[in-house]
Nanobody
């Protein structure tokens, strides 16, 4: 059973920073692609940042230059450093893990940016 546990969400003023963490547990023996998605009320879930198994990264245009995705020292741990936050970044943020046998999602963590 694969599980993803996220942490680090919260309430922050515009211009502030937050760091999200995601740790995957279960029968995972290799480093795998991971990502952060977000979903605001009334909107579809959208990709925020993606990191490949070899460390390549990709970002949504709306967060380029402000957000950074990185891996932790533990296998299949990923972080999202969010700087210069804007009210439009308010959403539930979900961690995503892609394995050969399937895709897995975390439970989501709320990020609220006040103006």
């Amino acid at each position: 059973q694969v599980q993803l546990v996220e942490s680090g969400g919260g309430l922050v003023q515009a211009g502030g920073s937050l760091r999200l963490s995601c740790a995957a547990s279960g029968s995972i023996f290799t480093i795998n692609p991971m990502a952060w998605y977000r979903q605001a009320p009334g909107n579809q879930r959208e990709l925020v940042a993606y990191i490949t198994s070899t460390g390549g990264t990709n970002y949504a245009d709306s967060v380029k230059g402000r957000f950074t995705i990185s891996r932790g020292s533990a296998k299949n741990t990923v972080y999202l450093q969010m700087n210069s936050l804007k009210p439009e970044d308010t959403a539930v943020y979900y961690c995503y893990l892609r394995l050969v046998r399937g895709e897995y999602w975390g439970q989501g963590t709320q990020v609220t940016v006040s103006s």
